[in-house]
């Protein structure tokens, strides 16, 4: 693999290259897995789709079969009424990778008439030669500009919504004089587009084919000085990505089939995809196999609210308004900071330091004062990667002592003390200064008086109009335009503008 083609791997691509390593796994075990990234233009995307090409492992097929045919299920006209394959008609052959560009027809995507086989003087036979996508079968099918495509080239649009509409997909072959042919194709499909750029995002084009993608990723340009060093240096110096290679791709898609999902887990999100009316039900299936490609990278044997909440911001991105993804994400931290069952920081004179002593009677884990062995709620061993990320979520995130018999030593988490702070100064904030105060909808953040109490229902004439109760104020319009997902941070989505000066 040459250096001067590898490119560099930073905090605004990261996802995409977590995104690519998850659809090659889940390509490799099958299951296609739509990948599309968004991002203004200079930002790498396309320079990371075609090169993450190389960690593509092998296939397993019948020796020269143009349809990439499994030698355990031939699909293909050819091979698929040939019955049992003998072994040395099998061969490894590399990953398809096709690259569909905007002058493709239809013809050219789909398959068409074999002239060589047509105006063959010795033996002239009718036979269909496999387009670009049949080819790709059990690989890699990448667009770029998608949403420029969508546009210019409605039936092209049209075929993609056919092979990513369920999955495996369905791909129908008709030309004149030849029985049509119908084929199941299991191709991952990448695409890439800039949002700012004509015709606009691509949910905006044709949100039927916005939705068929499992993950959108945003791409943002590097912000760190020392990336920028590195790429130019890069022809000088070798780069440590920490991307998988094939062989080990290869084994977490073997893995990927013996990866369970919690009952605790799946409830979630058939309430989430109920109480928050989304749409489409892929959202939940992609949600699914995300958070399992995922555990298989992590090496994990089940899934768990920490991949959840890594995939769900790339699943949901398109699919649901900024403001629901926020809900959903602060929900969602609580729930795992819950999920885990960690003690509270015990009083100074217990000498222990964030955990409770875990082999303490009052913990009810009988495992003799080891900390590396604090259990779950089902009783297994905590992994170190899952206790310490509960242990900081716990500190961060435990509620404050209410009701008879606090003893106020507990500390507040981030959430109760923001929340005070907003009310405590809420009322001392003009309108213009801090926008609408309930902009996202949380009902524990209450109103604040706006110029309309001092004029609105005022029909006495009288100088002092009395102002209205907080709660028949209707919440002031946010001062700026909404913005697109795309250009918010995690952040800007996760927290309002206003509340960061009061945490």
């Known amino acids: 693999m040459s250096t001067n083609k590898v490119p560099i791997r930073h905090s605004g691509n990261e996802n995409l290259f977590l995104a690519v390593e998850m659809s090659l ?27 993450a090409r190389q960690l593509a492992p092998d296939i397993h097929r019948i020796k020269g079969c143009l349809y990439q045919c499994n030698p355990e299920s031939p699909h293909c006209p050819t091979h698929s009424q040939s019955g049992e394959i003998a072994p040395d008609q099998h061969e490894a052959s590399p990953m398809p990778f096709s690259e569909i560009g905007h002058g493709a027809k239809l013809g050219t995507i789909l398959g068409s008439v074999d002239l060589g086989k047509l105006t063959d003087p010795q033996n002239p036979q009718a036979a269909l030669i496999p387009g670009s996508i049949p080819m790709a079968n059990r690989g890699i099918v990448f667009i770029d500009e998608i949403n420029r495509l969508a546009e210019t ?29 119908e084929l199941d194709i299991t191709s991952s499909v990448w695409a890439a587009s800039n949002p700012d750029e004509d015709p606009g995002p691509l949910e905006e084009i044709r949100r039927q084919l ?94 768990t609210f920490d991949e959840l909440s890594t995939v769900l911001p790339l699943v949901l991105r398109h699919r649901v308004e900024p403001m629901v993804l926020s809900e959903i994400l602060r929900d969602l931290e609580l729930r795992q900071a819950a999920s885990v ?58 509620p404050p002592a209410y009701g008879p018999g606090s003893n106020g030593q507990k500390k507040v988490g981030w959430i109760q003390r923001l929340i005070s702070r907003w009310q405590a100064n809420a009322s001392h904030l003009k309108p213009s200064q801090c926008g609408n ?16 109490q001092a004029t609105g229902n005022n029909t006495s004439g009288n100088a002092a109009a009395q102002p209205e109760s907080p709660s028949m104020v209707p919440p002031a319009s946010p001062p700026d335009p909404a913005r697109r997902i795309g250009y918010l941070s995690w952040d800007e989505v996760l927290l309002p503008s206003q509340w960061k000066d009061y945490i």
């Open 437 to 452: 105060s309930n902009r996202y909808g949380d009902p524990r953040l209450g109103s604040y008086p706006d110029a309309r």
């Open 153 to 181: 080239a409605p039936e092209i649009t049209d075929v993609l919504l056919s092979v990513m509409g369920t999955k495996p997909g369905k791909l129908k072959i008709e030309e004149v004089g030849l029985k049509p042919w």
């Open 25 to 51: 796994i889940s390509t490799a075990a099958g299951i296609p897995l739509h990948i599309h990234a968004e991002g203004l233009r200079g930002t790498g995307k396309t320079t990371v789709m075609r090169w």
């Open 210 to 303: 916005s939705d068929r993608f499992d993950m959108v990723v945003p791409v943002q340009r590097p912000s760190d000085p020392l990336v920028i060093e590195k790429l130019l240096w890069r022809n000088h110096q070798g780069l440590t990505l920490g991307t998988l290679q094939p062989a080990e791709i290869k084994k977490r898609a073997l893995s990927l089939g013996k990866i369970t999902v919690p009952q605790s887990i799946i409830r979630y999100m058939a309430e989430l995809y109920v109480e928050k009316n989304i749409e489409s039900l892929r959202t939940i299936q992609s949600l699914e196999l995300c958070s399992r490609c995922l555990a298989a990278i992590r090496e994990k044997s089940e899934v």
């Open 341 to 398: 069952q960690v003690s509270p920081d015990p009083e100074p004179d217990d000498g222990a330091n964030g955990l409770n002593n875990p082999g303490s009677p009052s913990s009810g884990n009988n495992n003799e004062g080891d900390p590396d062995k604090c259990l779950d709620e089902s009783g297994q061993a905590l992994s170190c990667y899952t206790r310490n990320k509960a242990a900081q979520r716990y500190r961060q995130i435990q």
